[in-house]
T-cell receptor, first 115, second 110 residues
Framework: DTAVSQTPKYLVTQMGNDKSIKCEQN?????MYWYKQDSKKFLKIMFS???????INETVPNRFSPKSPDKAHLNLHINSLELGDSAVYFC??????????????FGEGSWLTVV | RKEVEQDPGPFNVPEGATVAFNCTYS??????FFWYRQDCRKEPKLLMS???SGNEDGRFTAQLNRASQYISLLIRDSKLSDSATYLC???????????FGRGTSLIVHP
């Protein structure tokens, strides 16, 4: 069983469209994240949720809206897609936020291309 | 200064070589430190946590220098399969936000 799974894996869409990426973890973790990895391979945190509550929002445009229906799921909805949104989006989870030995487990990534 | 800085490389080494990477961080209150490995077109995976006293896992040794605010990763007897990008991760003091460096690319050749 995949610990952190996200769908879709590949997404090609036109500018201006709205799209969602879904994420689920079966590790029983309390904390989930969305990271964005751009073309320069820089992995930047976007959001983090702990037990369904938003705890980190790293100055991400309002077009990005995370939703956590329960602590095992963290979805990402993107409105009015722009060319600059093209990137790989990684969902991840950890037992808690931070802490020594607190491993972050990543999903396989969702490759978003905006044309 | 970026929160977490790494030399992007690439480091191009022959099999069997010893190679070392450094990572510097700007926040002196940072709490936790890790090395992750990311293969091409794959997700990052934990390689090892970095403890204050330094720690070793097989051919890999990680060290932390709080005074100079850097962590290091030493790989001995490099294998072809070690070719990957090595990401330094530092959690911010106070908020515990895990912050990734840009990564250091390692290429091990025969």
């Amino acid at each position: 069983d995949t610990a952190v799974s996200q769908t879709p894996k590949y997404l090609v869409t036109q500018m201006g469209n709205d799209k969602s990426i879904k994420c689920e973890q079966n590790l029983g973790h309390d904390t989930m994240y969305w990271y964005k990895q751009d073309s320069k391979k820089f992995l930047k945190i976007m959001f983090s949720y702990n037990n369904k509550e938003l705890i980190i929002n790293e100055t991400v445009p309002n077009r990005f809206s995370p939703k956590s229906p329960d602590k095992a799921h963290l979805n990402l909805h993107i409105n009015s897609l722009e060319l600059g949104d093209s990137a790989v989006y990684f969902c991840a989870s950890s037992q808690e936020l931070g802490g020594v030995g607190n491993t972050i487990y990543f999903g396989e990534g969702s490759w978003l291309t905006v044309v | 200064r970026k929160e977490v800085e790494q030399d992007p490389g690439p480091f191009n080494v022959p099999e069997g070589a010893t190679v070392a990477f450094n990572c510097t961080y700007s926040n002196s209150a940072s709490q936790s430190f890790f090395w992750y490995r990311q293969d091409c077109r794959k997700e990052p995976k934990l390689l090892m946590s970095v403890y204050s006293s330094g720690n070793e896992d097989g051919r890999f040794t990680a060290q932390l220098n709080r005074a100079s605010q850097y962590i290091s990763l030493l790989i001995r007897d490099s294998k072809l399969s070690d070719s990957a990008t090595y990401l330094c991760v530092v959690t911010r003091g106070g908020s515990y936000i895990p912050t990734f460096g840009r990564g250091t690319s390692l290429i091990v050749h025969p």
